[in-house]
């Protein structure tokens, strides 16, 4: 190809390039657009793709969020549409994955660990290291009891049947080959995934 | 849309297939002047500038439609370059060829009515130039130099009757090249110009796809949304437009900026209205270019021929 890509010639349109440019040069003042600056607020939002969590279609998704990327601001998703240029859904969306704006901002939404102690009946907020402690000793604890060697004709099956896991449907397929691998590899049978529901 | 097609008929494949490349339409100019001259309304501190740049918009469909130029490709002058993904309208290769002058004495000849004491200067001048002196205006267009001061007020006529030429010619293709790829991506895929302005359509077979359309052969080509088009990331864009004080609305132009690279190009949505038109649009937020110039992270990557910075 002929033609020249030059990433750096970007064009300056400021206060004085516009006293100095063609609109000046042609005798149409520039003040009054200078001026009228003031009457104006800059707005900014954020455009992210991402992919609907919802099943295993995977429609694709454009979120709005309000903020220009600033440090400290708080981004909150303001508005969801289809992905025009996704090659699954080419822009369309499923009333479920079009309501998921609402999920989004609900208040139920589950964003950290609780935890619901036996014999109690409030939720409790605790840390990601705490949680996947004792999830991981809940699974070693229940593995140590049940893991089976051999089954009743003494044919050797290394399985583990009383404990089960369900996947994300929001998952790309390294993460899915990972899920594998791990339940696997523990001798779990039992391996469903939500995409499927 | 495409259908799919069985030995019992044929069912809409449902799916949205948008075009790769638009070519201008015939009645381009016509429709960007009567948004220039909406916008004229809408926004008093450009409407002088608005309304005369309507009235050069309205010649240029004048030109586009009266006049039959001295020269036309052969038929399959494109071919070869339409198969290979080369842009067949190289605006390099065609300035020699064009006529492109004599549709600048046509628009000139349109617009001597129109102009006020002003301007009418600015038409003097350009008759009085030799051929080879336009052919500098032109290459200071073709390479985006703003040349001398007494030069500048001068370069959107010749802009001007550029596009007539070049448009004429991407109507007249007997097909559309495709989509440009890699590094070329930002670039016209007819002409090998650079970019207005984007634009988010409306239209059935092509919902909120976004395309770039050039600023000197009229055409469009699709570029993926949330894509910034100068290093084409993906994961830094950000989008500022323009409030009224009372948080109306403004404009529906938006300056789609990326954080990779600090550039921005003004991106379109026709969803706000269904006139708006990336040059007409790109012209009238200018406001939008003194703010951003005057926050000073982000630096314009859009070329509009029709306002040429000092
Ligand atoms: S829930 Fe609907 S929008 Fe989401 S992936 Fe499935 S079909 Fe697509």
Same mark, same amino acid.
């Given at each position: 190809m002929s033609v020249r890509v030059s990433r750096r010639s970007f064009l300056k349109l400021g206060a004085a390039g516009l006293g100095a440019s063609s609109m000046a040069m042609m005798g149409f003042a520039p003040e009054q657009?200078?001026?009228?600056?003031r009457h104006f607020k800059l707005t900014g939002s954020t455009m992210t793709r991402n992919i609907c969590t919802y099943c295993s279609v995977g429609c694709g998704m454009l979120l709005y969020t309000r903020g220009d990327g600033a440090i400290n601001v708080i981004d909150q998703v303001y508005h969801v549409e289809g992905d025009p240029d996704h090659p699954v859904s080419r822009g369309s969306l499923c009333p479920r994955g079009a309501g998921v704006l609402d999920f989004i901002n609900s208040e139920t939404r589950v964003k950290y660990p609780e935890v619901r102690e036996p014999f109690t009946n409030e939720w409790k907020r605790i840390s990601w290291d705490e949680a996947l402690d004792r999830i991981a000793r809940h699974m070693k604890d229940d593995r140590d009891r049940n893991f089976e060697t051999h089954d009743d004709k003494g044919q050797l099956v290394n399985r583990w049947l009383t404990t089960s896991m369900v996947a994300a449907s929001a998952c #790309?397929?390294?993460? !899915?080959?990972? #899920?594998?691998?791990? !339940?696997?590899?523990l001798g779990m049978l039992v391996v469903d995934n939500q995409a499927r529901v | 849309m495409k259908g799919v097609n069985h030995s019992f008929g044929s069912a809409p494949s449902g799916i949205m297939e948008p075009p790769e490349v638009l070519l201008p339409q015939p009645d381009i100019f016509a429709r960007r002047a009567l948004r220039m001259r909406e916008l004229a309304e809408q926004v008093p501190p450009l409407a002088d500038f608005l309304s005369f740049m309507a009235r050069m918009v309205q010649a240029q469909q004048q030109v586009l439609d009266g006049r039959e130029p001295a020269w036309r490709p052969t038929p399959g002058a494109f071919d070869?370059?339409?198969?290979?993904?080369?842009p067949p309208l190289s605006a390099a290769s065609l300035r020699r060829e064009l006529d492109w002058r004599a549709d600048l004495a046509a628009l000139l000849d349109a617009l001597e009515l129109h102009v006020a004491e002003r301007q009418s200067p600015l038409l003097e001048a350009l008759r009085a130039k030799t051929d080879d002196q336009l052919e500098e205006?032109?290459?200071?267009?073709?390479?985006i130099?703003?040349?001398?001061?007494?030069?500048?007020?001068?370069l959107p006529f010749v802009a001007a009757a550029m596009q007539v030429a070049w448009a004429r010619l991407a109507l007249a293709l007997p097909r559309t090249p495709e989509r440009p790829t890699g590094?070329?991506?930002?670039?016209?895929?007819?002409?090998?110009?650079?970019p207005v302005a984007s634009v988010i359509h409306i239209e059935k077979d092509r919902q909120g796809v976004r395309y770039l359309h050039c600023s000197l052969c009229e055409t469009e080509w699709h570029l993926e949304?949330?894509?910034?088009?100068t290093c084409h990331k993906g994961g830094q864009l950000h989008y500022f437009g323009l409030d009224e004080a009372d948080g109306k609305l403004a404009l529906p132009a938006q300056a789609e900026a990326c954080g990779h690279c600090n550039s921005?190009?003004?991106?379109?949505?026709?969803?706000?209205?269904?006139s708006a038109e990336p040059l007409a649009d790109d012209l009238a937020s200018l406001v939008l270019d003194l703010m951003l110039d005057e926050q000073g992270t982000y630096a314009r990557n859009g070329y509009n021929p029709l306002l040429i910075a000092g």
């Open positions: 657009a200078l001026a009228s600056i #790309t397929n390294e993460t !899915a080959y990972l #899920t594998q691998k791990i !339940a696997r590899a | 070869v370059a339409l198969e290979h993904g080369m205006l032109a290459e200071l267009i073709l390479e130099k703003p040349g001398t001061d007494a030069d500048r007020g001068l590094a070329a991506r930002s670039l016209c895929p007819c002409c090998g110009s650079r949304r949330v894509t910034c088009t921005y190009l003004k991106i379109v949505p026709r969803e706000f209205n269904a």
